[in-house]
């Protein structure tokens, strides 16, 4: 009696576990699905308990032991893996792509504004975000539009969260840069006719700009150096002040800030990933002429008509982000000139990532929730399963810093886990269920409220 | 550094040289079509009576001659093992502007319905390859949506490689492409002129039709003399774009209307009863679920998209369950692309409907092959796998329905037109340099209501 009590006492308790807005202290047990780790293959019939927000085990059914009051979801005939991450989206930035009122993708006042911190417009109650969650995807990459050579930092983000902080899993996570024919000012879509007009002038104002910020790194650092002699300092500035030559007094003060050189700083140093984006072959030679003149640590971003130089691309050992898929290939290229590119690229030993954007446009966040197609639609042309999945989980993370707590079912790893009737990279596969930081997310969007409201 | 090869210049160049090259007497390209093909043992998604695993399918002269477990085709026929393949009716795209070198709206005034796509339709664009390639032997080229009426359609087979005239559907039903909301809004709306709002739209199309009707009337009243050998009848002015009008007053035309709000719908039933014509599609649709049940006995089908949404006001309602909700309501449905991107993988965006509502596997692959056929008015000849009809058909490597289909083989009345086992471009009838990168990134996009 005591015991039928206590057990309906749980029961009871149950619900309200769930509604705490802090990661449940309660273990929840998926059992009986099929999961795809990511990072150790695939297990049949396993298990995975999420606990605090963690992954806290996985393995076979029998090999993992489920704790007494565990809530047991039960998996079968479902596939289970690690919440999908797209690298490139506008989240938050925009809302209705047509209104111009709800646009804060970019500040094309100047070519280089490093200084642009997407943290600072992110929406966090975009419409868009419960959208994509639905389909998988729980964190994401948001990076300012394309307008400008240097557009601003990005931020990482989980796409759940009490409030936009909770979200933001980091900020200034990497510069976001571009190269080609879209960011000269040439009477284009936002009427400028002014220099730089020309891939001279682009990357002569960028060579300068990273020239400009050296130096006020250097200049910074020596006044730093200074500061630690304290002592002769302020004499020295004793002395002049006595002289009450205004000009003098104004070497004296500490030099003014510059944010916007003050930004490049962490890039320079090759703390944090710079995301070039680029196109054609022959501009990813020469934007990589320049990383290389500055030692940045680069992500590539495209590359969608570099398939003459993918030999060389490997050789640059770097990361990069493949995308649109969808992009149209040239005249005199075969249809799936563009559609194989993952496949090439990760034959070459290069580390890829698939965004999600549709092709011939600017990213649509609004069909971020086709990330997991893009990517199939690469193993349709080529690539590898395993490297497909990778390069919209593990890969992603890896790229922007996140590598050892996201993008694979691991212990200690966050308990960001999709639950489907089938392959997450197909068409047809519904996801039934997304934990984010180990809480059920409800399946509850905008469009669905519509869907239910009509369907009455 | 490329010097343009010759064989640009002459499309059939590349079969005719191959043919020299074994001495042949005579060759055309369709001299190498052989009289009769089977496909044996292929996954037949039939589209019309459902998927015969293990199923054969014969072509005889360019029409489809037989289909079933077994067929009765002479010995003498060409068999195409299709063992693990799949075999569908050719992709049927209902709203595309590919090949329209971006002369897609003559936006100089809200109607224009004597503007003629054909007269833009640029054959040698590479989209059309593109498509080609995705499985797309059937497109509907439509006027933009700048206008209330735009103008009329032309209905191409993707015969890539054939000079223009051999590409064109031949008696395809004629269609009209009206639109309303808020592209047509933006476009006058923006030069302060009328329609700025869809009140404006909806009275510049009712003054339209008065119009039709007032010229209708004159040429009815001249031509009951003439029957009666009235030696005082006088012949009424012809006037290309009110004889156009007449046209759909007259039922002679099919009304393709671009909008998406539920209301809009109910409005341009209204209006069509109003003035006696019917619409046969709506095209975008996005907000029929919504309506459905309403819009099913007027017999009015839809061509929307799987899951674009977002992209302006009116989109912003839209729900990837519309398709198959729509149908449950008795609508007909079809997908579309309205894109050069989509166009490619309109297979794809069917198997999507799988997902969002549950279609079955035969209502998804009619929504991209039938039932756009309907559409346009072909679906007596194209859009299913059934005897007599034309032999469109395209064999797929996996499920057509899933992220992993890719075409094998795209047949257009029986001829190849595509094979992926081909080194270059994969065509049969065509190599060289395509044209359309005029539409490159460098450009941006034309906004003026080209698409969506």
Known sequence: MKKLLTLALLL????????????????????????????????????????????????????????????????????????????????????????????????????????????????????????????????????????????????????????????????????????GADQRRRGGRGGHSSFPSTRMGLITQLRQTLIDAQDYMAKRDAAAAKKDEKPEITKKDEGKKDDAKPETKKEEKPSKRDLKLEALIPYLKGERPVVIGVYEGYDVETIMGLAQEFHLKVILDHVTHSQQILDKIAAYKVPVIVGSIYDAPRGNERYDAVYTLPAELAKRGVKIAICSADGGGPVSSHSSRNLPYAAGFAVAYGLPYDEALKAITQNVADMFGFGDKLGSLDVGKTANVVLANGDPLDVRTDVKQVYIQGVAVPMVTRQTKLRDQYSK | MHTPSPLRLIPHAAPLLACAALACASFTARAQQPADLVFKNATVMTASHGTIEHGSVWVHAGKIAGVGATVSAPASATVIDATGLWLTPGIIDPHSHSALDNDVNEATSPVTPSMMMIDAFDNRDKALYQALAGGVTTELLLHGSANMIGGQAVVIKNKVGLDRDAMLFPNAPRSIKFASGENPKRVYGGRDQLPSTRMGNFEVMRQAFEDAKEYMAGWDAYNAKVAKNDSSAVSPKRDLKLEALADVLRGKIYVQIHCYRADEFLTEEAIAHEYGYKIRAFHHALEMYKVGAKIAPEQTAIATFADWWGYKDEAWDAIPWNAVMSMRQGVKVALKSDSNDHIRRLNQEAGKMVHYGGATEDEAIRMVTLNPAWIIGVDDRTGSIDVGKDADLVLWNHDPLSTYARAQKVYIDGDLFFDVSLPGLGTTHFSGVMDGDSESRDDGRNDEGEGQ
Not at chain 1, 69 to 96: K, Q, S, W
């Open chain 1, 12 to 179: 009871l308790a149950a619900p309200l576990a769930l509604l705490a807005a802090d990661a449940p202290k309660k273990v929840i047990a998926i059992t009986g699905g099929r999961l795809l780790t990511v990072s150790h293959g695939v297990i049949e019939n396993g298990v995975l308990l999420l606990a605090d927000g963690k992954i806290a085990a996985v393995g076979e059914a029998g090999k993992v032991k489920v704790p007494v009051g565990a809530e047991i979801v039960d998996a079968r005939g479902l596939t289970v893996y690690p919440g999908l991450i797209d690298p490139e989206t506008n989240f938050g930035l925009i809302e209705i792509a047509s209104d111009q009122n709800s646009s804060d993708l970019a500040e094309p006042s100047d070519e280089i504004m490093p200084h642009m911190h997407v943290y600072d417009a992110f929406h966090s109650e975009t419409e868009l975000i419960p959208v994509a969650r639905l389909n998988g995807i729980t964190n994401a990459v948001v990076a300012p539009a394309t307008d400008d050579t240097i557009a601003g930092q990005d931020i990482f983000i989980q796409l759940a969260g009490a409030d936009r902080d909770a979200m933001i899993l980091g900020r200034d996570v990497a510069l976001a840069m571009n190269y």
